[in-house]
Every structure is written in structure tokens, then in C-alpha cells.
């Protein structure tokens, strides 16, 4: 149990074009989903967290009209990457939570952008 | 949440016990100590978490010293597919618990 997807695995797009992924939680619900970047032999950054119904929560630095997080249902959150450049290329991972109150966090496969 | 110290990299050859320490000497009375790994261009997964009592499950073992200070995470029986950056996290137990990733432990399982 507490499975969670992302898709898609793998994008290379060109510079100015939007790129959407998809994090899902397939056998459970998530009350909230976090958002991670992690840029080549460095740690996980938070991104954003982000309840289900509601806004999501931008960390320092990270620009929300930039990377625009969506979390519609119970099971799905979605990330937009708008107007990508290369140095948005990156690992994004997302990770779900999944009663509140519990601290573990599952994590997906991550996916791996790289803008042209 | 309270800093950790790691040592950036340890070898274990296969089939002997993974001791990897954490240092949380600033841990506070509501932190429990979290454990997660990252096999190279995966996710993260969870390993074990304790608050003050030692626990083990069908992943690894982890001692909490009794000052809380510090921890060690074992895993009896190393095998290669353990190779991972192993990361220790003391978390609150408050409404953000955010996980905040530090450097990590590079174990390497040597054949």
C-alpha cells in the first residue's frame, strides 16, 4: 500500500513551452502533497506544499506564477512548469501524506525535465 | 526543526551490518527522528522513525541514544541494492511536518 505515482517519468520540451506532471496516490487519500526539486548530486529541495481544496504553500524563493501547483482531488496533484528554461531542468519529485496527523510521507519515482 | 550531522559517505561490504550515526544534538522534546533513503534518480523511501525507544521493522533497526542527541540506523544484513544517500530528520510533531532534506550518508555496498 501508500503507492505513489508521477507522470510523467521523463519530458524534454523547448524553452518557453509549459510542462504539466501529474502526482498521483493510488491507493490511498492525501490530505496534502509536497513538491521537491532536486538538482544533480544535491539534496531534496521543497518546492511547495500543497492541501488538497486549497492554495498551495510556495517556500522562499520558489515563484508560484512560475511553478503552478494544482490539487483538485484527494488523489491527484498536479505541477505546471510555465515558460520553462534550462535552468529549470531538474529532478521533481512529489511526495503525498497521507492522514493528517501522520508525519510519513510516501514518495513517487520523480520525474526528469530537461528544457532545451 | 532541528540540524543533523552525517558523514558524507561510508562503505559496508555485503552481508555485514550498516551502522550509519546522526548527530541531532539540538533535537527537541517533540521531534521524533525520521529516516529515509534515495536510490540513485528515485524517490525517496521511507526507512523507520522513533521518538526515545529503539524500533525495528523488516527494513533496519534504530537506536535513539538516551540524551536523544544522536542515532544510529542499522541494517543487519547489507545487501547491494542498499547502496543509497541515506538521510536522517528530526521532525516535529507539530502541523507543518515538512521534511527537510540534509546532505545525507552515500552508503556504498561493496560486493
Known amino acids: 500500500g501508500a503507492v505513489v505515482s508521477q507522470h510523467p517519468s521523463w519530458v524534454i520540451c523547448k524553452s518557453g513551452t509549459s510542462v504539466k506532471i501529474e502526482c498521483r496516490s493510488l491507493?490511498?487519500?492525501?490530505?496534502?502533497m509536497f513538491w521537491y526539486r532536486q538538482f544533480p548530486k544535491q539534496s531534496l529541495m521543497l518546492m511547495a506544499t500543497s492541501n488538497e481544496g486549497s492554495k498551495a504553500t510556495y517556500e522562499q524563493g520558489v515563484e508560484k506564477d512560475k511553478f503552478l501547483i494544482n490539487h483538485a482531488s484527494l488523489t491527484l496533484s498536479t505541477l505546471t512548469v510555465t515558460s520553462a528554461h534550462p535552468e529549470d531542468s531538474s529532478f521533481y519529485i512529489c511526495s503525498a501524506r497521507r492522514l493528517a496527523g501522520a508525519n510519513e510521507q510516501f514518495f513517487g519515482p520523480g520525474t526528469r525535465l530537461t528544457v532545451l | 526543526d532541528a540540524k543533523t550531522t552525517q558523514p558524507p559517505s561510508m562503505d559496508c561490504a555485503e552481508g555485514r551490518a550498516a551502522n550509519l550515526p546522526c548527530n541531532h544534538s539540538?533535537?527537541?522534546?517533540?521531534?521524533?527522528v525520521y529516516w529515509y533513503r534515495q536510490i540513485h534518480s528515485q524517490g525517496p523511501q521511507y526507512i523507520i522513525h522513533?521518538?526515545?525507544n529503539n524500533e525495528t521493522n523488516e527494513m533496519a533497526s534504530l537506536i535513539i541514544t538516551e540524551d536523544r542527541k544522536s542515532s544510529t540506523l542499522i541494517l543487519p544484513h547489507a545487501t547491494l541494492r542498499d547502496t543509497a544517500v541515506y538521510y536522517c530528520m528530526p521532525i516535529s510533531s507539530g502541523s507543518a511536518r515538512q521534511l527537510t532534506f540534509g546532505s545525507g550518508t552515500q552508503l556504498t555496498v561493496l560486493p
Open positions: 539540538t533535537i527537541s522534546g517533540n521531534e521524533y
Open positions: 522513533g521518538l526515545k
Open positions: 491507493d490511498f487519500q492525501a490530505t496534502t
